[in-house]
C-alpha cells in the first residue's frame, strides 16, 4: 500500500529516539525551577500577607459613646467600637465572629438586650490587655467599618474569643455564611 504524499505523519517527541535524552533533561530542570518560583512567590507573596493579617495589641481607652467622657475610643454596641478623639478622623470597627442585637431594635427586648451586649463589651475590654487581627490593613464591611476579631491571651498561653464570650453569654448570635439571623424579639 503506497502513503500518500499528502498524508502527514505525526511524531511525537516523546517517542523520538533522538530527542528522548533531552526530554528528559527538559523534566529534570523543570521541576526544581517550578519548585523555586513556587517556594519565592510564598515567601515575598503570601508571607507578608499572613503578618498583614497577625495580632497586635490594642492600646485605647475605651468608654461608651456619648457618655461625655472623652477618650481615644468608645463602644458603640455590642459588637462595634469607634477609635479616634472628637474632631480626628475617628474609625469605626465591626468586631467580627458574632452579632450583637441592636440599639434601635425592632423591639424593647432587643433594645434592652442591645444595650446589656453593650456594657458586657466594655466590660470585657476594660477587664484587662487584648488584641485583634488585621495588624497591617483590615479588610472594611459594606458600611466601611474595619472588619476584626478580637482576643485575650492569658500568661498561661490560654486565651479566649470575645465572639465566643458574648455568644455563651446569650448577648449575641453566631454570625458567618450560612446562619440565620436571631430574632431578638421572640
Do not use: K
Not at 495580632?55 to 454596641?77: I, K, M, N, Q
Request: charged share 25%; glycine share 12%.
Amino acid at each position: 500500500m503506497a502513503h500518500s504524499p499528502f498524508r502527514f505523519r505525526s511524531r511525537s517527541p516523546l517517542r523520538s529516539p533522538r530527542r528522548g535524552w533531552m526530554l528528559s533533561w527538559w523534566s529534570l530542570w523543570r521541576v526544581p525551577t517550578l519548585v523555586t518560583i513556587v517556594a519565592a512567590l510564598w515567601w515575598f507573596g503570601i508571607r507578608p500577607i499572613a503578618q498583614e493579617q497577625g495580632w497586635v495589641a490594642v492600646e485605647v481607652e475605651f468608654s461608651l459613646c456619648g457618655e461625655g467622657r472623652v477618650t481615644t475610643g468608645c463602644v458603640l454596641d455590642g459588637d462595634t467600637l469607634m477609635i479616634g478623639r472628637p474632631g480626628e478622623r475617628r474609625r469605626r470597627i465591626r468586631l467580627t465572629g458574632f452579632d450583637a442585637p441592636e440599639m434601635e431594635g425592632t423591639c424593647e427586648a432587643e433594645r434592652a438586650l442591645a444595650r446589656t451586649a453593650r456594657g458586657a463589651l466594655l466590660d470585657w475590654i476594660r477587664r484587662g490587655d487584648f488584641e485583634w487581627d488585621g495588624a497591617g490593613g483590615p479588610p472594611f464591611d459594606q458600611y466601611g467599618r474595619e472588619l476584626r476579631s478580637a482576643r485575650r491571651v492569658r500568661a498561661d498561653g490560654s486565651g479566649e474569643l470575645l465572639a465566643n464570650v458574648m455568644i455563651e453569654r446569650g448577648l449575641a448570635s453566631e454570625s458567618g455564611w450560612g446562619t440565620q439571623p436571631a430574632d431578638w424579639c421572640r
